[in-house]
């Protein structure tokens, strides 16, 4: 697949390429709308998110370079995107579609612990245990110091705690 | 306790088997931007025409706005006009909604 999309990519230049990476991009659109879920923590904010990164990389289309780095490029645009969001205060528990009471309960209340985090420890938390990227790899796709990852990890990690107790 | 990283992270697997709704198109949001790059080839000046124009028919009473102030407007003339006082009649917004002809008031 990344191989198709390095072609894909190198049409990008030609006049008729925002047609192209449309219908390419298309492809995209199940790891990108998980990933923003897991940064938003609501369907309809990643929805919202995997659209408007969508929208942003078409208009941005022509500065990408190399072909090769096109997943990062618009990973990074999926996780700005999504850091933007501001997950909804009400939760529509019906669209949760949990029958078990007890699971019921911990997604609301982790959602509702979410959106009280800042975007960047929202996005901190999804990338490190969510989608299990390496120190390095987050370094690059939040544009910080890898060596800031792991105390900002850990921070985040605390205030989803001390967040977590404030909600039972 | 249970450590609440453990519950994130049990969200965190719930969602990889999610999927984008099939609305998640690029296609009708391209139509929008088409639709205003469009809109903006067109200029200020022409929108500008347009919204005095339609600002004039409605004080001339050319278009019946179908709405309970444009209506309430035809009432009253036709009341003036009549002799009868505005306030002896129960304005009733629901008997106006199917006009189909303007009154005469140039007569």
Redesign the interface.
């Known amino acids: 697949m990344e191989r198709a999309a390095s072609i894909v990519f190198c049409s990008l230049n030609a006049d008729d390429g925002a047609r192209a990476f449309?219908v390419r991009?298309?492809e995209w659109?199940?790891w990108?709308?998980?990933l923003a879920?897991?940064i938003t923590?609501c369907?309809e904010a990643?929805?919202d998110a995997?659209?408007n990164a969508?929208?942003r990389a078409?208009r941005s289309r022509r500065a990408l370079r190399d072909p090769g780095a096109e997943l990062a490029w618009f990973r990074k645009i999926v996780v700005r995107c999504a850091m933007d969001q501001k997950p909804p205060a009400s939760i529509d528990v019906d669209s949760l579609q949990i029958s078990d009471e007890q699971e019921l309960e911990?997604?609301i209340?982790?959602?509702r612990?979410?959106s009280r985090l800042k975007p960047s420890q929202r996005a901190i938390?999804?990338l490190a245990?969510?989608e299990e990227f390496s120190y390095a790899e987050i370094a690059e796709i939040l544009g910080i110091p890898m060596g800031t990852v792991a105390s900002q990890l850990n921070a985040a990690?605390e205030a989803?705690?001390r967040l977590?107790?404030e909600e039972e | 306790m249970s450590?609440?990283?453990e519950?994130?992270?049990?969200?965190?697997e719930?969602?990889?088997g999610?999927?984008?709704?099939m609305t998640?198109?690029?296609?009708p949001?391209?139509g929008n931007?088409a639709f205003w790059r469009f809109a903006s080839l067109l200029g200020p000046a022409a929108g500008g025409f347009a919204v005095a124009a339609l600002a004039i028919s409605l004080a001339a009473g050319y278009v019946h706005t179908g709405d309970s102030f444009g209506s309430r407007q035809i009432l009253e003339r036709q009341m003036l006009q009549s002799g009868m006082a505005l306030d002896s009649v129960q304005f009733e917004p629901a008997a106006y909604q199917k006009r189909t002809e303007l009154p005469n008031w140039r007569a």
């Open positions: 449309e991009i298309s659109r199940g990108g709308f998980r879920l897991k923590g369907p990643a929805h995997l659209q969508t929208l078409l911990e997604r209340q982790v959602r612990t979410l938390l999804a245990l969510g990690k989803f705690r977590w107790r | 450590d609440p990283i519950k994130l992270q049990n969200f965190y719930s969602c990889n999610a999927e984008p709704p998640a198109t690029l296609a949001r391209a931007v």
